[in-house]
């Protein structure tokens, strides 16, 4: 019978009690899960809210939330040091829309550019490369995840002729390497390739990044040499919906000729409508924390990060940490640990992700788990070629990694 609250509500408890059983377990995916959006509620009950068009041009409707966007857009660019008189950007349905948005952004300028990223990029970079139909080159990562640089010149060496693009992983989403922009700006410096784009992947990494001290920041921003950026808004922020923000260079749009709509604001992100909640929920969590609130949350995680990885390292079990990074990276342990804990594996190496809202308990718990699951499986031959092969080689793409697919020419 359509129409019966008691069913639904029934399955709406049913839905509440499996997330809040999975929930202590889950410590393998970048989602902060400590902020209260329940002040927001009643602007969910009946609001629709449609960012329609371009976020700095209000249009014709009144239920948009685009001053809330253009804040959110405004606080993001300040922490990432985009030129105050040279910014744009918009709230994304999530990072893989905003390195979209980029990435056609890059085509825009320069048609027939090659896309550079590392064999670490998030699948969300193959995707877009591959629906732009651009040519690629996956240059090789290091043992922990950051790029190749001396590869990444001899890559872009053989094409000098034809314009860059160069995909900067800001945090994998194995292990939280970060590639250095500053580097990256020198390869392209030291080969004099000026017709180049720089997109910056800061999915995670971005936002407790830039909330290091200056001394300790690593160069990743738009003061480092990035013409575009994205941070995803449900994982450090922790937004209940997946979002993100895209931030580009303003004056590489101008070569983008929008159409003005029916709506009174010009078509110019990707979907069009934008989530006008979205950007309510990142404008609330952005005033609610504030720079200093952020910032404490990011020394909370990494203190979190540097327990976790003390205690793995304690009993024995092999485990790797990035300076800064909230991602543990571990051997992957037996199938009972696996099984019940999630630590989003990749073969041989899985992670456990110190997010804001994870606890201390939770690491409690899960190490004498590890730990009792160890003694009760015996040392196998290969434990020995684990640890000299380095525990997180990824495993090598069997097509050479110079391969250029999509190639437009
Ligand atoms: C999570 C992640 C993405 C995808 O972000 P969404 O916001 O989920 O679309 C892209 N890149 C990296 C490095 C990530 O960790």
């Known amino acids: 019978m359509a129409g019966e609250l008691g069913p639904l ?81 918009y709230v994304t349905t999530g990072a893989s829309e905003g390195t979209l948005y980029a990435l056609h952004l890059a085509r825009s300028l320069y048609p027939g550019a090659v896309i ?72 392209l410096d030291g080969l004099a390739v000026y017709r180049r784009f720089v997109h910056a992947d800061a999915a995670l990494s971005g936002i407790p990044l830039a909330l290091l001290d200056p001394s300790q920041r690593p160069g990743f921003d738009f003061a480092d040499g990035a013409d575009s950026l994205i941070v995803s808004g449900h994982k450090f922020i922790g937004s209940p919906m997946p979002c993100g923000v895209v931030v580009v260079k303003a004056s590489h749009r101008s070569r983008l000729a929008p ?23 990142l404008w609330y969590a952005l005033r609610r924390f504030g720079i200093e609130g952020l910032r404490t949350r990011a020394e909370q995680c990494r203190e979190l990060a540097a327990y976790t990885h003390g205690r793995l390292v304690g009993i024995g079990w092999s485990a790797h940490r990035h300076e800064h990074a909230f991602t543990v990276v571990l051997k992957t ?10 630590l989003a594996s990749h073969g041989e190496a899985s992670h456990i992700v110190c997010m804001p809202g994870i606890t201390r308990k939770q690491i409690d718990a899960f190490v004498p788990d590890l730990r009792a699951a160890i003694c009760a499986t015996p040392p196998t031959a290969t434990t020995n070629n684990n640890r000299r092969s380095g525990l997180l080689r990824r495993t090598r793409p069997t097509a050479p990694p110079v391969a250029m697919t999509g190639d437009t020419r």
């Not at 202590?24 to 809210?49: E, K, M, S, T, V």
């Not at 342990?333 to 999630?342: E, K, L």
């Open 333 to 342: 342990p037996p199938a009972p640990v696996t099984d019940r804990w999630v």
């Open 259 to 281: 159409s003005l709509a029916y709506t009174g604001s010009p078509d110019v992100t990707i979907t069009g409508l934008r989530s006008g909640h979205a950007a309510l929920v």
């Open 9 to 89: 509500i029934a399955e709406l408890d049913a839905l509440t009690a499996r997330l809040e059983a999975a929930r202590p377990f889950n410590i393998g995916f970048p989602g902060a899960i400590d902020f209260d959006y329940a002040p927001l509620a009643p602007l969910f009950a009946h609001q629709l809210l449609n960012n329609v068009g371009d976020p700095d041009i209000d249009g014709i409707a009144a239920n948009h939330t685009k001053a809330m966007e253009r804040e959110v857009v405004s606080f993001v660019a300040d922490l990432l040091r985009a030129p105050a008189d040279d910014r744009w950007g």
């Open 116 to 187: 550079y990223h590392s064999e670490a990029a998030h699948a969300s970079v193959a995707k877009a490369i591959e629906l732009l139909g651009m040519p690629q080159v996956v240059v090789c990562a290091d043992e922990h995840g950051e790029l190749d640089y001396d590869d990444l010149a001899s890559q872009i060496a053989c094409r000098r002729d034809r314009p860059a693009v160069v995909v900067a992983n800001i945090g994998t989403t194995l292990t939280e390497a970060v590639d250095d922009v500053r580097r990256i700006s020198a390869v």
